[in-house]
């Protein structure tokens, strides 16, 4: 007899303990879900500036931009190859130079 109210008992107290648990489990698998998204859009949000960035730095160090600056904002120009002066060492350490 004891045994008969004492499993009764046993399911009264552990099934609302399994109802709480059930609610406690749906709220956290809720919570992880919004934060997931928070986390995925601030992903798509990082590769989206990182496109732009790089768009940036391949427009700034263009070729045809650096000369343009070159030219016109410093006022530098092309060396003539007469002015150019190679000095070549031949043979180094070999000739105790």
């Not at 992903?43 to 989206?48: G, H, N, T």
């Not at 410093?74 to 000739?95: A, N, S, T």
Request: with cysteine.
């Amino acid at each position: 007899m004891i045994k008969k109210y004492l499993f009764l008992y046993f399911l009264v107290l552990t099934i609302p303990l399994f109802l709480c648990l059930l609610v406690w489990q749906s709220n956290r698998y809720q919570n992880l879900s919004r934060e997931l998204a928070r986390l995925e859009q601030t992903q798509i949000e990082w590769v989206e500036s990182n496109k732009r960035l790089i768009a940036g730095i391949s427009e700034f160090s263009s070729p045809d931009r650096i000369e343009d600056i070159a030219k016109n904002q410093l006022d530098l120009r092309k060396i003539q190859p007469e002015y150019f002066l190679q000095v070549r060492i031949m043979g180094g350490m070999e000739h105790g130079y």
